[in-house]
């Protein structure tokens, strides 16, 4: 068997104010404070199968992406608002990092993912982080219009080809 597994990562720039909706900003935790190597690294299990998927000639998942408050620095210090992944027929998997898609050689596999960041009244939430559409073309200005027209533009863009 062989196992992938889903991650994110995040670059974060000196002033990027400009590029998501304002909101107070959370406390920080003075990193120094933070005592190393002291809880174990987490590794994940496997992902459920959708029910009864598990006797057809497919693999079936059903991946939601949820935010959820989660201990990921040592029990002492406050949980972390984190996205993680998780089988949304199995609300106890969803976690940071997410479960593990165990796919077999020869053996199709159909993933189906489900954007479950929403607030309570199904309004998608907001990034948890500042978004630079420089990166990338990460939220390109202009929308799907701006993202295939060329390189981005935006009053603030500092690179330009």
């Not at 404070?33 to 002291?38: C, F």
């Not at 059903?62 to 027929?89: D, N």
């Not at 990034?127 to 990338?136: E, F, G, I, K, S």
Request: hydrophobic share 35%; proline share 14%.
């Amino acid at each position: 068997m062989a196992g992938t597994a889903a991650g994110t990562t995040v670059l974060l720039g000196t002033d990027m104010s400009w590029a998501a909706p304002s909101r107070s900003a959370p406390a920080t935790l003075d990193p120094l404070g933070i005592p190393k190597y002291v809880t174990p690294l987490t590794i994940p299990p496997a992902m459920p199968t959708v029910d009864g998927a598990k006797h057809s000639s497919l693999d079936v998942y059903e991946i939601g992406v949820r935010q959820f408050r989660q201990q990921v620095l040592p029990p002492t210090l406050p949980k972390t608002t984190v996205w993680g992944y998780g089988s949304v027929a199995h609300p106890q998997t969803f976690s940071y990092p997410g479960f593990t898609i165990n796919a077999c050689v020869n053996r199709p596999t159909r993933v189906t993912w489900i954007n479950q960041l929403v607030d309570s009244k199904g309004r998608f939430l907001p990034p948890l982080l500042p978004v630079d559409p420089t990166l990338h073309w990460a939220n390109p200005p202009g929308g799907i219009s701006g993202h295939h027209s060329g390189w981005p533009t935006t009053a603030r863009s500092k690179f330009r080809p």
